[in-house]
Each structure stands twice: as structure tokens, then as C-alpha cells.
């Protein structure tokens, strides 16, 4: 029987004080999948209970934000917008912005609003930050289909370009997450942190080539500009959407991944450092 | 010599108290929480073991004991004695300062049920949400599903959101994911304590009915008579450590009798 099978492959668990730096357990998460995809499930059918009314505040969030910047910025102020039309130009960035601090601000949170479980229950407490950035996948599946009729509209095509979206995404989440973890892990040891990153990711999205292009950032200064990883993802979803600029050569990609990936490693290490603590210190 | 099932090696447990408002920001709730345990353990044993100074203090220091397959252990003391700590550490929901525990058998911890759950979704989400967190696979959820909903008796609801559910049938929901858990070490918490004496009867039943099966249980209560029932060792913890392990009657006589004497 499998069962009887399972057990006898049993390997005794040692529970040990912290020591020094632990490295988050992969394969023990690989183990919990299921509690994940439950977790996934759970936090989309709450979000979705009511259909209509589920999908309708997803979509609400990124229109409201575009109608508000396209009468600010569009037509009172009329930011050059390398002559596309504002509403699409500001949603190409908008939506890839939306995706990146969801997940941001949702793993950061993960750990605080589960506490009830946490400090009932034993699982990988990495399965909670990885559950709401899978989740957010559906979020922006919504802000894309908003911007693909936004792009119909204005006699925008879909081109073969789309097909470098999937690295795209994945990227983005790749980064988002491991920008939440560390948050998350913060979170844990410093509680104002929580205050912060509201600030934090309100100036973030300023700071980066949103709602107004690239070329409105005088010459000199457009260095530091690229120091934000965000700002060459924007514009390369751009380049996808809009086919504005140019697409950065493959090497930057490799690099952007290898840094998103060590970006990553460090809040998973750090949240599974801080993990040890929680339950003692909420 | 029969099956090892849990061993801990000299287990202590250290709780840092923030007097003040420090950098370290989780420090104000952990305060709160924590001062009334450490005032009470201070005005019990002023020469606690490990007194280092007013900002820390031993939840547990010292624990040593083994408990074999098949074995029943109750865990008595007073409140703060670190009964919740211990079974906190072997759920391995908080780590130890020191020592070391090693757990030979699949183990399941139940230290409130309704773990998980999640009022907006129906009876039959939160069976596989909750199963999921206290550790069954998605298979073994499914072949018991049914069994699950049986001993529940909640049939007819079994689609509909849990926040429409009546506290009876919670609690019966979330009792019934619990016990077809099939763990070989089961820790409970004071879990006895819910529901009405009709249900108490029925958890007891099932407890024997796991014990029966070969399940090794550790039990943390405030019910004499429930860990008499079913506990065929006691462990007696006093401020941390372990004041007498024996058999269940003889201990809880002892710690009811030391009760008397200090009233």
C-alpha cells in the first residue's frame, strides 16, 4: 500500500535550536504543494465569489487610475507621449506596475495577515508569499485583456512581439517576489516597515517611467533612471505593446534574470531566517 | 526495548521581554504577551534555573524524556508552566534555545482545529484547505472525503460558505478533518475543551479509537479526568521543567494534592 510504503521511507525529523544561516527548504515546498495550489484556490475563489462583481473590481482599479492620469497628464498637461495615444501609453506601464507591487505588497503581507495559521500550524511559510504571487497572475490576465481592447480601439495590432511576453512576466514576478520576501522578512523584525512600504512603493512608481515616457527625463539624468530595474521592464513592455524603442539585446535579459534571481535567493534565505522567529515575536 | 517515537535532549526555551520601545518593532506585542507569564513565573521561583536578568526568561529549561510507539503522554501544569511552549516546539511552530528533539514518526499537531479556515469558502474547500494544513496530500483527502463529511453530518451543507454555518457545525466540520488525519504521533491541545459533553464524548471515543490503532498521542489539558481517561503517562511540568513523569494516576494525583497545599 502506498501508505504503509510512505511511512516506512519515514526519515526522522531533528528539531534543532537556529544556527547560523538556514537555507529555505525547496524540496519541503515541493512537498506542500498541494497546501499551495489550496492556497491559490482560496485566496482566487474569495476574490471571485461573486462573479461579475469580482472581475469588475479587478478591471476598476487600473480604468479609474488611467481616466484620473489621462485628464491630469493627458489633457491638461499633455505629456509627450512619443505620439501614442495617452490611455493606451499609460496602461502599457500602468498594468506592468499594477503586477509588480501587487505581488510585492501581497508576499509582504502574506506572513501578517496568516498569522492565525502560522502560529497554529507547521508548512513551509514560503508556500504563502509564493500562493498570492501566482494568484496575481489572474489579476493580470484581467489588465491585459483591458489593454488589448484599449489597443483595438486605437487600431493598435498584436504582433509577433507578444511572443516575448511570457519572459516578460516571468521575469517580473521572479523580481516582485523577491522584493516582497524581503519585506516580508523585514516586516517580521521591524514592524514600522509595514508604514513604509506604502511610502516606498508610491515613490517607486514615480520614479519610474509610467505615466510619462523616458525621453521626458533630461539626457544626463537618464542613468540613474536605468539604476531602477523597473525602468528597462517597463519599456520593454512598451516596446511589446506600443512597439516604441527598441528591444534591449538578449545579454540584458540574461542579466536581468541572473539578478532577479539572486534578488530572489536573498528573501527567500532572509524570510526563512525570519521565519524561525515569528511565532515568537507576533 | 520498544519503537522510539519522540526524543528530547535537554529542550529549553528562551523568551526574550522588551522593556521599552526598542528598534526591534515586533517588540511591543511580544511585551504585552509575554510580561504576565514572566511576572508570574518570578513571583513563583525567584532562583528560576536559568534567572539571567528581567529581559529574558526560561519558558522551558532542561527537558529531557522519551515516549515510545503506541505510548499516550499527557502533559499537566499550571498555567505558564510551559506545557504550550513544549508542544509549540514539537510542532515545530517555534524552535528551541537549546537541545535538541528528534521525532521518529510521521506526527500531526492539532493545537486548534479550524486551522485555516476561510469563511467566505464552502464546507468542501475548507476540508482541503485545512486538510492541507495540517499536512495531508490531495489523495489522501480525497479518499476520505466522504468519511469526513459522514462523521461531520453536515451533508446538506456541504457546498455552502462556512460563514452561513451554525458554531455546532463549525466545530463539527473542523473536528471531523482532524480526526481522520492519520498521523502516528498526534499532539493535542486542550482540543477537548470544545464542543458540548456529548461531543467531548465523541472526541475521547475517537482518541481511544487512534490509541487503539497503535497512534502514540501527546495530550495537553486542564481536564483530570479526561487525561486519566486516556493518557496512560503523565508528565507534570513546574516553571519549565519537569516536575514528576510516571504513571498517569499517580502524577496527577501528586500535582492535584500540590494544588491544595498551595491554596
Known amino acids: 500500500m502506498a501508505e504503509s510504503q510512505q511511512i516506512k521511507e519515514f526519515k526522522p525529523i531533528i528539531i534543532t535550536p537556529p544556527h547560523g544561516i538556514e537555507f529555505p527548504d525547496f524540496k519541503e515546498v515541493w512537498e506542500h504543494r498541494d497546501l499551495l495550489i489550496f492556497?491559490?484556490?482560496?485566496?482566487?475563489?474569495?476574490?471571485?465569489?461573486?462573479?461579475?462583481?469580482g472581475v469588475l473590481w479587478i478591471a476598476l482599479q487600473p480604468i479609474i487610475q488611467m481616466l484620473i492620469f489621462y485628464l491630469v497628464l493627458g489633457i491638461l498637461v499633455k505629456v509627450p507621449t512619443d505620439n501614442v495615444p495617452y490611455p493606451v501609453?499609460?496602461?502599457?506601464?500602468?498594468?506592468?506596475?499594477?503586477?509588480?507591487?501587487?505581488?510585492?505588497?501581497?508576499?509582504?503581507?502574506?506572513?501578517?495577515?496568516?498569522?492565525?495559521?502560522?502560529?497554529?500550524?507547521?508548512?513551509?511559510?514560503?508556500?504563502?508569499?509564493?500562493?498570492?504571487?501566482?494568484?496575481?497572475?489572474?489579476?493580470?490576465?484581467?489588465?491585459?485583456?483591458?489593454?488589448?481592447?484599449l489597443m483595438a480601439m486605437n487600431g493598435l495590432p498584436i504582433t509577433t512581439r507578444f511572443l516575448l511576453l511570457p519572459v516578460l512576466l516571468i521575469l517580473t514576478m521572479l523580481f516582485a517576489s523577491g522584493v516582497g520576501l524581503l519585506f516580508g522578512a523585514l516586516m517580521v523584525s521591524f514592524r514600522d516597515v509595514k508604514n513604509f512600504l506604502g511610502f516606498i512603493l508610491m515613490i517607486w512608481m514615480y520614479i519610474t517611467p509610467i505615466m510619462y515616457p523616458m525621453s521626458l527625463i533630461p539626457e544626463q539624468y537618464r542613468v540613474y533612471a536605468r539604476l531602477n530595474p523597473l525602468t528597462s521592464l517597463v519599456e520593454t513592455y512598451r516596446w511589446v505593446f506600443l512597439g516604441t524603442g527598441s528591444l534591449p539585446p538578449w545579454s540584458n535579459f540574461l542579466i536581468s534574470f541572473i539578478v532577479a534571481l539572486l534578488i530572489w535567493l536573498i528573501g527567500a534565505i532572509y524570510f526563512r531566517n525570519m521565519e524561525n522567529m515569528i511565532a515568537d515575536v507576533m | 526495548m520498544a519503537r522510539l517515537s519522540i526524543k528530547?535532549?535537554?529542550?529549553?526555551?528562551?523568551?526574550?521581554?522588551?522593556?521599552?520601545?526598542?528598534?526591534?518593532?515586533?517588540?511591543?506585542?511580544?511585551?504585552?504577551?509575554?510580561q504576565p507569564i514572566a511576572g508570574l513565573l518570578?513571583?513563583?521561583?525567584?532562583?528560576?534555573?536559568?534567572?539571567?536578568?528581567?529581559?529574558?526568561?526560561?519558558?522551558?529549561?532542561?527537558?529531557?524524556?522519551?515516549?515510545?510507539?503506541?505510548?499516550?503522554?499527557?502533559?499537566?501544569?499550571?498555567?505558564?508552566?510551559?506545557?504550550?511552549?513544549?508542544?509549540?516546539?514539537?510542532?515545530?511552530?517555534?524552535?528551541?534555545?537549546?537541545?535538541?528533539?528528534?521525532?521518529?514518526?510521521?506526527?500531526n499537531s492539532l493545537l486548534e482545529i479550524g486551522t485555516g479556515f476561510n469563511m467566505d469558502l464552502s464546507g468542501r474547500d475548507n476540508i482541503y484547505l485545512n486538510g492541507s494544513f495540517l499536512g495531508m496530500k490531495r489523495v489522501e483527502i480525497d479518499r476520505k472525503f466522504d468519511e469526513i463529511v459522514d462523521f461531520s453530518g453536515i451533508e446538506t451543507f456541504i457546498e455552502t460558505p462556512v460563514k452561513y454555518y451554525s458554531s455546532g457545525m463549525f466545530v463539527r466540520l473542523a473536528f471531523s478533518v482532524a480526526v481522520h488525519l492519520t498521523p502516528e504521533i498526534l499532539l493535542l491541545d486542550e482540543v477537548l475543551a470544545v464542543g458540548d459533553a456529548e461531543f467531548k464524548q465523541k472526541s475521547l471515543n475517537k482518541m481511544k479509537e487512534l490509541l487503539g490503532s497503535g497512534a502514540t498521542i501527546i495530550l495537553v489539558s486542564h481536564s483530570e479526568s479526561s487525561i486519566k481517561e486516556i493518557c496512560n503517562r503523565v508528565i507534570w511540568l513546574s516553571n519549565g521543567q519537569i516536575e514528576m513523569d510516571g504513571p498517569s494516576k499517580l502524577v496527577v494525583d501528586k500535582y492535584i494534592q500540590s494544588i491544595h497545599q498551595s491554596e
Open chain 1, 89 to 149: 501609453f499609460f496602461l502599457s506601464g500602468f498594468i506592468v506596475w499594477q503586477f509588480f507591487s501587487q505581488i510585492v505588497n501581497a508576499s509582504a503581507f502574506s506572513m501578517l495577515s496568516n498569522i492565525g495559521i502560522i502560529v497554529k500550524s507547521y508548512f513551509p511559510r514560503l508556500v504563502l508569499p509564493l500562493a498570492v504571487t501566482i494568484s496575481s497572475i489572474v489579476d493580470f490576465l484581467v489588465s491585459f485583456v483591458i489593454i488589448l481592447v
Open chain 1, 39 to 53: 492556497l491559490v484556490r482560496r485566496e482566487l475563489k474569495s476574490r471571485f465569489q461573486q462573479t461579475v462583481i
Open chain 2, 42 to 107: 518570578r513571583s513563583i521561583n525567584p532562583n528560576h534555573n536559568h534567572y539571567e536578568n528581567p529581559d529574558t526568561f526560561w519558558a522551558l529549561s532542561n527537558i529531557c524524556f522519551e515516549v515510545e510507539h503506541g505510548e499516550s503522554v499527557g502533559l499537566i501544569g499550571r498555567n505558564g508552566a510551559g506545557k504550550s511552549t513544549l508542544l509549540k516546539i514539537l510542532s515545530r511552530i517555534t524552535r528551541p534555545t537549546e537541545g535538541r528533539i528528534i521525532i521518529y514518526e510521521r506526527i
Open chain 2, 8 to 34: 528530547a535532549e535537554n529542550v529549553s526555551k528562551k523568551y526574550y521581554i522588551k522593556h521599552h520601545m526598542g528598534s526591534q518593532a515586533g517588540s511591543s506585542l511580544k511585551e504585552a504577551l509575554n
